[in-house]
């Protein structure tokens, strides 16, 4: 595990209603396993399915299951805005139903939900339990060279011009505490892509906010292509500099 930067301890207490937000574009062939391998493992856990007008019909598809398990819920976008968009829209529609923890998790596999219920235990101690590929017991399977150079070099860049002792910042396998979203103020997050997961964790830290790293093993897409690119990546360079000196950095200056 890395360093836990923040304020202290999260205050204990008894179990949270838990919902995991599961951004959706064209995700028909995973997010019925995605949803049965979820509540393999972590059956008291609400599902739900952000889905962006996916032309193969996935929304479709999370409506059915919705009708049939009370766990799995449904938020129809009209079309894509990007990642952060929709994660945030999730956060807001959990945050409306008192749900006391709010997770990011993808469809496709790459975040493997066998690693849910150990975000939920380091979220009893944290107040962000974040999955993270660069501590001792974490990893990736199936990438390239290209590939890790991209996102080992992206973290540690982020980290060093952020000044924040997180070792994997480009993460979107997370667990928040609902006191964290409320105390980030989502509606002015900048980035909507790759540097959305930065952006978070960069609030988190500098909000005070206790954060812990859980070791998970990232496995590339199952099915379909990856959505990474390479105007992604340089968008995140770019972006990093708006985080340091956004509004919200000036606001929560360190002591």
């Known amino acids: ?17 838990a919902l995991v ?54 938020l129809h976008r009209a079309g894509k805005e990007g990642l952060g968009r929709a994660y945030l829209a999730g956060f807001a529609w959990a945050l409306a139903r008192d749900y006391g923890l709010v997770l990011e998790m993808d469809c496709d596999f790459s975040h493997d939900p066998r690693h849910l219920p150990e975000l939920l235990a380091a979220a009893e101690r944290a107040d962000l339990a ?4 660069y501590v001792k017991g974490g990893g990736t399977v199936n990438w390239g060279l290209a590939r890790k150079l991209i996102s080992r070099g992206g973290s540690f860049y ?48 500098r909000a005070g906010f206790r954060v812990q790293e859980v070791p998970i093993v990232f496995v590339d897409r199952r099915v379909g292509h990856s959505k990474m690119s390479r105007r992604i990546v340089l968008e995140a360079v770019r972006k990093v500099w708006s985080i340091r000196f956004s509004d919200f950095a000036r606001r929560h200056r360190r002591a």
């Open 130 to 133: 974040l999955g993270s590929r």
């Open 158 to 205: 982020a980290r060093t011009i952020l000044g924040v002792p997180v070792r994997d910042l480009t993460g979107g396998f997370k667990c928040f505490r609902r006191e964290v979203l409320e105390g980030i103020d989502l509606p002015t997050v900048e980035c909507t892509g790759y540097a959305f997961q930065i952006e978070l964790t960069f609030r988190a830290v």
């Open 1 to 17: 595990m890395s360093p836990q930067p923040g304020a202290g301890p999260a205050a204990s207490g008894p179990s949270r209603r």
């Open 21 to 74: 937000c599961l951004p959706t574009y064209d995700e028909r062939e995973n997010l019925a396993p995605m949803v049965e391998a979820i509540h393999r493992v972590a059956p008291h856990v609400d599902v739900l399915v952000i889905d962006d007008n996916s032309p193969d019909g996935t929304g479709r598809l999370a409506d059915e299951l919705a009708a049939h398990d009370p766990r799995v819920h449904v």
